[in-house]
């Protein structure tokens, strides 16, 4: 028997990023490339892998809005030391600004060109290494990962090509500003309220990732903005949820660690899949990816 080593892990962080309307609230969605080499043309939120420099604690400390206590209390966690956390924040912000054109960072009059010149900048189509970093210290920003709260831990399953090991942050979409997609990693942008995202995800209009559709039915259980600003001013990091993947001849099922059979030898009954597709917003435990479309089955 050949042994199987899983791909390496490596650190990301991503934003969900939430504003309030008339009918309670959106959340915005960005659309990957289908040229892209992970969940390509699938509707996902803000962010991507972790770069070193984002972990430059020293650099980082006299730059943000939150002292390292401030930090661990806020963002940190068990086993998640306030280091780490800043390292994964300030990825967030990073990679929020590449991928939709929101900065988190502090906000004045006077700020408002130099926000849409980074805003620019961050579409250049071969940005350099430390780019961020550079643009930040230059123009003296202070970021805010103040504005950042604690969603979810997700860790990719073993058999994927590619892992990795990232942290979910709610974020509420800061005024005067509005979100872009950069046409290169992320090709579409939409808001859409979580009930309709995965009503349309069903019906292959806004196809989502699989950690989205969880998120997203999650998120459906609010019906106000006010209520989910609560939710996540008390929601901590919760133990990381590592999905299993299991193939069949009618395509790969995950199955997500609340379900009974994910730590056992699991049977798919791969034939009747498509007659076991749940309603948009129902609890589940296992979605199938149906050609191209993941959908919850029970």
């Not at 966690?77 to 988190?104: D, K, N």
């Not at 408002?112 to 980074?118: A, M, P, Q, S, V």
């Not at 090509?161 to 509005?178: E, I, L, N, S, W």
């Not at 001849?249 to 791969?270: C, F």
């Amino acid at each position: 028997m050949t042994s199987y080593t899983p791909a390496p892990l490596r650190n990301a962080s991503t934003v969900i990023l939430a504003r309030k309307n008339q009918n309670g609230f959106e959340i915005y969605l960005l659309q990957r490339s289908i040229k892209s080499g992970f969940m390509g043309g699938l509707y996902v939120f803000p962010g991507g892998v972790a770069d070193p420099d984002d972990f430059d604690t020293d650099f980082w400390t006299s730059r943000i809005d939150l002292s390292p206590e401030q930090i661990e209390q806020k963002l940190g966690g068990p086993s998640f030391s306030w280091e780490q956390a800043l390292g994964f924040s300030i990825a967030a912000i990073r990679e929020t600004l590449e991928e939709s054109a929101v900065f988190l960072a502090q906000d004045t009059e006077k700020r408002r060109t130099e926000l849409e010149e980074i805003r620019s900048f961050r579409l250049c189509p071969d940005l350099p290494r430390s780019w961020f970093k550079t643009w930040v210290a230059q123009k003296n920003w202070v970021l805010c990962p103040g504005h950042l709260k604690r969603w979810s831990h997700w860790i990719t399953p073993e058999s994927m090509k590619k892992r990795f090991d990232t942290r979910f942050f709610m974020a509420f979409m800061p005024p005067g500003q509005t979100c872009t997609t950069d046409n290169r990693e992320t090709v579409n942008g939409i808001w859409i309220s979580p009930s309709k995202a995965l009503e349309q995800n069903l019906t292959s209009e806004t196809p989502l990732s699989p950690p989205t559709i969880v998120t997203m039915t999650q998120l459906n259980r609010f019906d106000t903005f006010d209520e989910l600003r609560s939710a996540c001013t008390a929601r901590t990091w919760a133990g990381p949820i590592t999905p299993r993947l299991v193939r069949t001849h009618k395509g790969p099922v995950i199955i997500e660690p609340w379900d009974p059979m994910w730590d056992k030898e699991s049977i798919i009954d791969a034939e009747n899949l498509a007659s076991r597709v749940l309603a948009p917003g129902s609890d589940f435990s296992k979605i199938w990816c149906d050609n191209g479309i993941w959908k919850p089955v029970r």
